[in-house]
């Protein structure tokens, strides 16, 4: 069984930034996606940013140039740094590794408001 332990959500301000981490345990491929996804209030689960075992990066459009997806494969840990926060932004996000039997985390709520 796997896993997926979010922390480093929050509410901040608009033009602030968090940094969410993912920290996956248990019988994981060497080789894999991982990543993160969003859900607003009344809204469908979108992709945010996904990133591979190999580093190969993808965005979605709304928030390309503003947030970073990075990961350590030794701690099959995956971070998402968002920055030059909006208030569209503000959702719960959940952190999702792949591909094939997909897993996901518990979620971690992100508010942006002033």
């Known amino acids: 069984q796997v896993q997926l332990v979010e922390s480093g959500g929050g509410l901040v301000q608009p033009g602030g930034s968090l940094r969410l981490s993912c920290a996956a345990s248990g019988s994981i491929f060497t080789l894999n996606v991982m990543g993160w996804y969003r859900q607003a209030p009344g809204k469908q689960r979108e992709l945010v940013a996904t990133?591979?075992?190999?580093?190969?990066?993808n965005y979605a459009d709304s928030v390309k140039g503003r947030f970073t997806i990075s990961r350590e494969n030794a701690k099959n840990t995956v971070y998402l740094q968002m920055n030059s926060l909006k208030p569209e932004d503000t959702a719960v996000y959940y952190c999702?590794?792949?591909?094939?039997?997909?897993?996901w985390g518990q979620g971690t709520q992100v508010t942006v408001s002033s």
């Open positions: 999702w590794l792949g591909p094939g039997n997909a897993y």
């Open positions: 990133i591979t075992t190999f580093g190969q990066t």
